[in-house]
């Protein structure tokens, strides 16, 4: 296994019952190998996977960005940007969620694990980091 890893969001269909209409995602962060950008499944099982991050379940798609997979997918993203930059730097980072305008400060805790945390505006996000 390699030792360096990066956070990415990936999508997959959800299978739903005839009686569910529309189309349906799994939106998911994952923490992956740094050579890849994607892996075959989200499941634990997924070669390259180091782990599932945050899974969000089955949401419907809509035809914009603001429906249930499209927002989770804008969230995780901000998550996953100050994941990786946190994790490059060594030291607390700040992403702006281009969906909602809200922020996400990621760190490194004591144990090695990383966090995240959400505020509504910048200056809290910059207190907070």
Known sequence: ????????????????????????SNVALLEVDADRDSVSMISERARGLHCIVEYRGKLHEGKTERCA??????????????LNEAKATGKPAVAKDEG????????????????????????????AK
């Open 69 to 82: 997979a499209g927002r989770a997918r804008t969230e995780l993203a901000a998550v996953a940007s100050a």
């Open 100 to 127: 909602d305008g809200s922020y996400v400060v990621a760190r490194r805790t004591v144990d090695g694990t990383m966090t995240w945390s959400w505020f509504d505006t910048e200056t809290e996000a910059e207190a």
């Open 1 to 24: 296994m390699s030792a360096t890893t990066k956070y990415i969001v990936q999508c997959s269909t959800a299978n739903m019952p005839n009686s569910c209409w529309g189309r349906y």
